[in-house]
Structure formats: structure tokens, C-alpha cells
């Protein structure tokens, strides 16, 4: 793949990260901000953005989203196939509720 199609693959999928947290922002702030990893403050940023600030924080060519998971017991959680899916979800969701969220500096 070439670098600009990468740039570009990366934000159409910032594009459509920033539309999806917005859109799950207006239907359930509460279990947005859990989802989505982030505090009330930047849970107001992302629900009062323009839509042309949101296509320029789009157009980065930095990944905007990122994996809520950083060790292997939650990666494991969400990818083992031999467990029952409802119960390694739950279990991830125990473990993801524990980490912080991101705030602006």
C-alpha cells in the first residue's frame, strides 16, 4: 500500500470514528463516554464540534481512535473464540471499566 493511500485510509476512518462518537454521544452520553474511553470534557469537545472542524481533525494523518486494550489478558478476552462471546465480553468490559480515561492536558 502506498503512503497516500494509507493517509487516505486513515482518514476516512477518522472520519467515520469522529461521526460514530459524536452520533453515540447525542443518544447516550453516559455509555458513550464509557465506550469510548474518554472524560466528560472531552466528551463535550467531540459533542460541540462543527462539522467543518471535525472534517479538519479528520484529515489528520494521525490515527485518532485507538485500541482500548493494552495488555494481552483483555486482547485474549476479546479474540478467544473458545469461550462463550457474552461472558469474554463481560470480562473485558470489567477490565476496560478499570482504566482511565482520556482527558485533555
Known amino acids: 500500500m502506498k503512503t497516500t493511500e494509507l493517509f487516505s485510509?486513515?482518514?476516512?476512518?477518522?472520519?467515520?470514528?469522529l461521526m460514530l462518537a459524536q452520533h453515540m454521544l447525542?443518544?447516550?452520553?453516559?455509555?458513550?463516554?464509557?465506550?469510548?474511553?474518554?472524560?466528560?470534557?472531552?466528551?463535550?469537545?467531540?459533542g460541540n464540534i462543527t462539522p467543518?472542524?471535525?472534517?479538519?481533525?479528520?484529515?489528520?494523518?494521525?490515527l485518532l481512535c485507538r485500541f482500548r486494550f493494552d495488555d494481552r489478558l483483555v486482547l485474549n478476552l476479546l479474540s478467544n473464540h473458545k469461550l462463550d462471546a457474552g461472558t469474554a465480553t463481560m470480562h473485558a468490559t470489567i477490565l476496560a471499566a478499570d482504566r482511565p480515561v482520556e482527558s485533555i492536558a
Do not use: H, P, T
Open 9 to 17: 485510509e486513515i482518514k476516512e476512518l477518522n472520519l467515520a470514528y
Open 26 to 46: 447525542k443518544e447516550d452520553r453516559e455509555a458513550a463516554m464509557f465506550k469510548l474511553g474518554v472524560s466528560d470534557d472531552v466528551a463535550e469537545m467531540l
Open 52 to 62: 467543518g472542524q471535525l472534517l479538519r481533525m479528520a484529515s489528520s494523518s494521525m
